[in-house]
């Protein structure tokens, strides 16, 4: 089929200025960008008054971690915003590859009973996802904990010589067989005990392969720390390393850190991802002290069963109770009923404390339970939105369908957030309108490796978002989230319109994707 993009105005993801130009899309490849007047195609759209961009790269979605790439395929609260393309295996855990207890490294987001496993080697991960029908592009990293919890189980010991060899096999064999990187969630407790000198040996193996190095760094000792080892690892192996889901806490600890990527960005590759919210959603153990959680969820289980390790870790956080209160349950497994509540209201309700209200909730959701934070200062967070250094992801999660009892309380994230950054790129204007598009289309395709993804140009894939910019916004609010965004007119995933105002066309024209090379 034969598709005429007419009278467009073209933002093409290089940061290059927008231009009229018209489009012709090839089954699914951009065929030729200039003016066909007298072009006959299968089908026409007149697009005066509307871009064109390439389609939105979400390169920290939690779709694979929360299961719903295989409960909610179509990933339609993400297409819906003009994504076309997401990267899971963030934050030290991925989906493959799966030996040993790998799967319970997923157990902070998600009960892993959910879903059936058919795979063990990245590689047959990805041929069982090529089986399957999805309504946008999936790649993955590798995560640390993940291969860590199949070698190791629960031990925290160091690896010996024979274990350093497998992990770095494996780590090699997933990029082979389709990896975009390597992932570390260092911020949680289980991985924030791991050495620098493990993570210097396996991150030097992936710097020859130039896979992308995605870090949630270590908070324990303060942000400037937890930056401080990251860059001198990033300058030590030359890693082309995101940091990812950066809190922006107004504080000098973390300008100093913020110095710091400045300076090595002069050396190496270097950025970091924000949501265009200030408030996340985090998984409520990392709430207890760093003892009480890092021999995982069972030895957690027994300290909250224990009436002396119970009172000591109620003791250690006591002191927080105040702002432990204000958070609102997103999710609990076992308690849909709490869904959307703060634990203040819970602790009214059960007349506890609040310490004692987040201990209960933890110990009968089997520490599967998340919370809406703040851990970000409103104004620095968004100012940093715009930091030459800076890469826009949603954080979020994709759905095909809400309002099911045992579905958690969204964030609006999930909905909003990329129509969100550009409504306060129109509103703010720290930046213009081609550098916001190639934030989260050119420049991160081009970090990441995407083959022919990412920018407009004849012979790269058809994904392609046509919105309004003066219209373009987010809906979702956080007392009602589920709401699609203003907009965004057209989402094209592989040439297939996908998405058009408000309804959803095709939901399986997506892809699975691998880097142009390792």
Known sequence: MLILLRNCFLVDGTGAPGRQSDILIQDKVISDIGSFSNVRADRVFDLAGLTVTPGFIDI?????????????????????QGVTSIVGGNSGTSLAPLFGDGILSLRKWADP???????????????????????INFGSLVGHSTIRRGLMGDSLIPLDKNEYKKFIYLIGQSLKEGAFGFSTGLAYSRASHVSNEELFELTKSIAHRKGVYGCYPKGEQGIEQGIKELVFLAKENDLNTEITHLATPGSDDFRRGLEQIEEASHEISINFDLSPYHISVKP???????????????????????????????????????????????????????????????????????????????????????????????VLHDELLFHPLSSISS?????????????????????????????????????????????????VAEKYGFAKRGVVKAGNNADLVIFDPIEVGEKSTFENPAHYSTGITMVFVNGVLSYERGNFINSTSGEIIKPSSH
């Open 60 to 80: 920290n979605a939690d779709s694979d971690h929360y299961f719903t790439l295989f409960s909610d395929p179509g990933q339609k609260s993400l297409v819906a």
């Open 395 to 443: 954080h979020g999660v994709g759905y095909d369908r809400v309002g099911t009892l045992n579905r958690p309380k969204i964030h609006p994230r999930s909905f909003g957030a990329f129509p969100r950054f550009l409504r306060m790129v129109r509103e703010k204007g720290k930046i213009s309108f081609e550098e916001a598009i190639k934030k989260i289309t050119g420049a």
């Open 113 to 135: 009973n959910q879903i059936n496993i058919n795979w063990g080697s990245f590689g047959e991960f990805i041929s069982w996802l090529n089986t399957r029908k999805f309504g």
């Open 284 to 378: 409520l153990f990392t709430l207890l002290p760093t003892w009480a959680t890092q021999r995982g969820f069972d030895q957690l289980l027994r300290y909250l069963t224990t009436s002396d390790t119970r009172a000591r870790i109620l003791n250690d956080i006591d002191s927080g109770q105040k702002e432990i209160g204000t958070i609102v349950i997103s999710y609990a497994k076992n308690q849909w009923i709490v869904h959307g509540k703060s634990i203040e209201e819970v602790a009214l309700n059960q007349n506890l404390s609040v310490a004692e209200t987040l201990l209960k909730i933890l110990q009968i959701s089997e520490n599967q339970v998340g919370g809406f934070i703040v851990d970000s200062d409103e």
